[in-house]
């Protein structure tokens, strides 16, 4: 099996050893992205819980320290709301805090997975680019051999030139499925910072002693 396998790599000609290395990069940050998701939503979820039992607590001076202690980036977003509320501003002050912390944490959990859509749309081109130039070596060596050997030279050289196109789909697929799943991922951790700001507002609203109305 894996002497079939070398084989076939070798007879893709030089651009397979692109692809080859297009896969690996591809591979190294798939798997760099989901250990760092993986932690990344542990640990928010860890402080959320934190963060939220002091708040319970109506313990605002705690919930501010270990915000600022933790810096997980769900202690980021909330502890950015929680600085508004210890200066007494208003709600939307307090929502419009988290809101940008969440627009800071964005860009970490979305860094580097969009290059793996990049890395499968190269290595399907660079299979196409390698069978075209294969393709053209073929045709040419074809014309100038035997013509009683021209058909069975044709037929080893496409089916030899085909073997890119094969290991460059081979290559994009896995990483186009990576990526989606690792955009399901980072989808459903922002989808928890927001669960989340929604239940700090609620205790923060809950805690908040009612406003006098202003005076006409």
């Not at 307090?94 to 940008?100: G, L, R, T």
């Not at 499968?120 to 100038?144: M, P, S, Y």
């Not at 989606?180 to 805690?207: C, H, P, R, W, Y």
């Amino acid at each position: 099996m894996i002497d079939t396998a070398i084989a076939f790599f070798q007879k893709g000609g030089f651009f397979m050893y692109p692809i080859a290395v297009i896969l690996l990069v591809g591979l190294i940050v798939a798997v760099e992205r989901y250990l760092y998701l993986s932690a990344q939503k542990h640990v928010n979820r860890r402080d959320f819980k934190q963060l939220h039992q002091r708040l319970q607590n109506k313990d605002l001076k705690g919930a501010l320290n270990f915000a600022r202690e933790s810096g997980s980036a769900m202690s980021l977003m909330i502890g950015s709301g929680l600085l508004r509320l210890s200066r007494r501003q208003s709600r939307d002050d307090i929502e419009y805090a988290m809101e940008e912390g969440l627009l800071e944490i964005l860009p970490r959990l979305e860094k580097r997975t969009q290059y793996l859509a990049t890395l499968a749309n190269v290595a399907t081109l660079l299979g196409l680019l390698g069978t075209i130039i294969g393709l053209i070596a073929a045709f040419t060596a074809v014309a100038e051999a035997d013509p009683a050997e021209k058909a069975g030279m044709l037929s080893e050289s496409i089916s030899l030139a085909m073997n890119t196109t094969a290991f460059g789909l081979m290559s994009a697929i896995p990483l186009l499925l990576i990526h989606a799943m690792l955009q399901t991922k980072t989808n459903e951790i922002v989808d928890s910072f927001e669960m989340a700001g929604i239940k700090v507002m609620n205790l923060i609203t809950d805690s908040q002693p009612p406003r006098a109305p202003a005076a006409e």
